[in-house]
């Protein structure tokens, strides 16, 4: 297991756009379309293979710089890789911390801890003072 | 149709590069397998853009420098009937 989704968990079918190359031949007016050939060596479908064996190893070998943030989704999304079952781009390494639901943002993330800072704040404020135990009527 | 390279002027062959969606699988190796290549780009489309012309390359020289003419039998009529006026 290389990549995974954390939509659908697919690890094995995945989809990326490649650059290759394709041979024009102008003949008798026709166009011909073909795939480009150096004597015996296909070079398109060379190209097609070693880039996106490129693509992928570059995925898999930096992970988190492949990874773009989503305001809308508010998750980390593939630059590079999509899961050909869902569609999703939360194409990440397995056991990766990009974990895409366990994100939250920053805002939500301060939200989230505002009573606990308050409480540490009042601490610091009041921690060279003695307790009240009883207050007046 | 008929290209010409501006360059050297003897090629017909040209290349064009264009970007296709590949599905692909991991096999138990870890090697990959293409399931499916679909096209991104329109060829036609590409070739009658002016802004893409320049990514059209010469097989031969490798120069950008690449005239494309759609139908080159358009100005023949008009040779000819100067020719017949020249007579």
């Known amino acids: 297991m290389q990549l995974i989704c954390h939509d659908c968990w697919n690890y ?11 041979e024009l031949k102008a003949d008798n007016g ?38 773009i943030w989503d305001p809308e989704s508010e998750s980390y999304q593939n630059n590079y890789i999509s899961c050909a079952r869902c569609g999703s781009k939360k194409i990440t390494k397995p056991y990766s911390h990009w974990h895409s639901n366990r994100h939250q943002s920053l805002d939500k993330e301060l939200l989230a801890n505002h009573k606990e800072f308050t409480e540490l704040r009042r601490e610091r404020n009041y921690a060279d003072r003695l307790p009240v135990l009883w207050e007046k009527q | ?20 969606s590949t599905t692909f699988s991991f096999k138990e190796d870890g090697t990959l397998s293409i399931l499916h290549v679909k096209p991104l780009e329109s060829l036609e489309e590409k070739l009658t853009d002016n802004k893409s012309l320049r990514e059209i390359s010469c097989k031969e020289c490798g120069s950008n420098e690449v005239d494309i003419v759609f139908n080159e039998y358009d ?3 008009d040779d000819e009937v100067s020719a017949l006026e020249g007579l």
């Open chain 2, 1 to 20: 149709m008929q290209i010409d390279c501006l360059s050297c002027g003897k090629s017909s062959e040209f290349l064009l590069p264009l970007w296709v």
């Open chain 2, 75 to 77: 100005n023949q009529e």
């Open chain 1, 12 to 22: 094995t079918y995945f989809e990326v756009d490649v650059e290759t190359l394709r």
């Open chain 1, 30 to 67: 026709q166009l011909v379309v073909q795939d480009t050939k150096f004597d015996d060596f296909n070079y398109s479908e060379s190209m097609l293979r070693d880039n996106l064996n490129d693509i992928v190893q570059y995925v898999i070998k930096q992970n988190g710089a492949a990874l």
